[in-house]
Each structure stands twice: as structure tokens, then as C-alpha cells.
């Protein structure tokens, strides 16, 4: 049996939120990498965190779309930009994408609230 589309958007809210929880988790400890002055190589852990966190705005911002909330999908987009920069280049946050990363899933969190 085919599920409404109600109900897609319903099953999105509910995983995107456990997929929030993962961000916030991941963010945490990529800012604890949060590059300096100094060039720092990161290590293989800290490489996963950060392609940890590019597979999780890259699952929320093709979900997103395939539901039609397409904000979600856009701020989604911008949070996987900024993982993945750090992570093909292989350095830490800076200081400004942290932050920025910070606004964008709070977005995303208020992005499903809203949703009914």
C-alpha cells in the first residue's frame, strides 16, 4: 500500500529530527578541532566526524526535497557545502563555519517544528 504524502512528511519530520541530533553531535566535536593560526593535520576520526557530518546534511537536503520543504533542503545544502569544503581539503572548521553550521541546524530544527 502506497503511504499518502502526508504520511512522507510526517516519517521526514520524525527521522530528521534523530538525523538533528546527529549533527549537533558531530558539530561538537568538529568545533573542538576548530582551526587556528596553526595548520593542523587531522586524523582519521576527525575525518570521519567531518564526512560524518556531510552524510547527514546531504540525507536531510535529499529528503527534504523529495517532501517538498525545500528550505530545509536549501539550509541543508549550505551545512553539506561547508562539511564537505573542510573535509576535502582535509582541515577543521574555522571559527565562522562553526558558527555558521550552529545557525543552519538550528534553522533546520525550527524548520521541522513547523511542519504539522
Known amino acids: 500500500m502506497a503511504r499518502s504524502k502526508a504520511e512522507w512528511v510526517l516519517r521526514f519530520k520524525h527521522d530528521t529530527a534523530q538525523y538533528v541530533v546527529g549533527l549537533q553531535k558531530e ?69 565562522s563555519q562553526c558558527e555558521a553550521a550552529q545557525l543552519l541546524i538550528a534553522q533546520i530544527q525550527s524548520g521541522l517544528e513547523a511542519i504539522g
Open 27 to 95: 558539530l561538537q566535536l568538529a568545533a573542538e578541532l576548530v582551526s587556528s593560526a596553526i595548520s593542523v593535520a587531522l586524523s582519521q576520526s576527525e575525518l570521519d566526524n567531518l564526512r560524518e557530518l556531510y552524510r547527514l546534511a546531504h540525507t536531510i537536503k535529499g529528503s527534504a526535497a523529495m517532501v517538498d520543504q525545500l528550505e530545509i533542503a536549501r539550509l541543508a545544502q549550505q551545512l553539506e557545502q561547508i562539511a564537505g569544503e573542510s573535509y576535502r581539503a582535509k582541515t577543521p572548521l574555522s571559527t
